[in-house]
């Protein structure tokens, strides 16, 4: 981090993104490039549902789901998803 003595600074931007940021069909939709939705079936964070939703309302999209994965799946099982992520990648 570059400025270290601002960490409570970050938290409370990073709070606010959360709190106050609403990601929905209208802001979904106006994504123009193809979009890899990739998740964990066992995210405590997001539902399979919520995800597909969320993927249904981008127009270029593709879905993985990762067996066995919680929410930071990446962490979790990089194998994996890194199978799901380089064949997108070489098809774009």
Same mark, same amino acid.
């Given at each position: 981090?570059?400025?270290?003595?601002?960490?409570?600074?970050?938290?409370?931007?990073?709070?606010?993104?959360?709190?106050?940021?609403?990601?929905?069909?209208?802001?979904?939709?106006? #994504?123009?490039?193809?979009?890899?939705?990739?998740? =964990?079936?066992?995210?405590?964070? %997001?539902?399979?549902?919520?995800? @597909?939703? +969320?993927?249904?309302?981008?127009? #270029?999209?593709?879905?993985?789901?990762?067996?066995? =994965?919680?929410?930071?799946?990446? %962490?979790?099982?990089?194998?994996? @998803?890194? +199978?799901?992520?380089?064949?997108? #990648?070489?098809?774009?």
């Amino acid at each position: 981090m570059p400025e270290p003595k601002r960490i409570e600074e970050l938290f409370t931007q990073v709070n606010n993104c959360y709190n106050n940021l609403t990601v929905g069909k209208d802001l979904l939709q106006t #994504i123009k490039c193809p979009v890899l939705v990739l998740a =964990g079936d066992r995210d405590q964070v %997001n539902t399979i549902e919520h995800v @597909v939703n +969320a993927a249904q309302m981008i127009p #270029i999209h593709q879905i993985c789901i990762i067996p066995n =994965g919680t929410h930071p799946v990446f %962490n979790e099982n990089f194998e994996a @998803v890194w +199978a799901s992520i380089k064949p997108f #990648i070489n098809y774009q």
